[in-house]
């Protein structure tokens, strides 16, 4: 399974604001959704996630905000700002260059 230092540098922040994009969540449910999503192959630790996440809060992409879980616990749910989704978008745009690039050399024809 990957982890995130096994990921293209930057994923990690590039997921997270994409699964933001959908609903605020909490960090437990942000962690769940990814490994749901990608099918288990994409797992993060709690090491990883909250500093990406006080990372991406520090750079005014997301806000967080305690609010009841589902459970009747308190948690902080953590949203996409109007300046997380135009990173969001930015960042999906070099997503989709390097992705490209990267197939178009692993079509080459082997001699």
Sequence with gaps: ????????????????????????????????????????????SDGSLYPALHKLEQEGWIR?????????????FYSLTRPGRRELARQAADWERLSSAISSVMKLEEA
């Design 1 to 44: 399974m990957s982890k995130p230092s096994d990921l293209v540098q930057g994923t990690l922040d590039f997921l997270l604001l994409k699964i933001l994009a959908l609903e605020p969540l909490h960090g437990w449910a942000i962690g769940q959704r990814l490994r749901r999503v990608s099918g288990d192959v994409l797992q993060v």
């Design 64 to 76: 967080a905000e305690w609010k009841t879980s589902e459970l009747g616990r308190r948690a902080k």
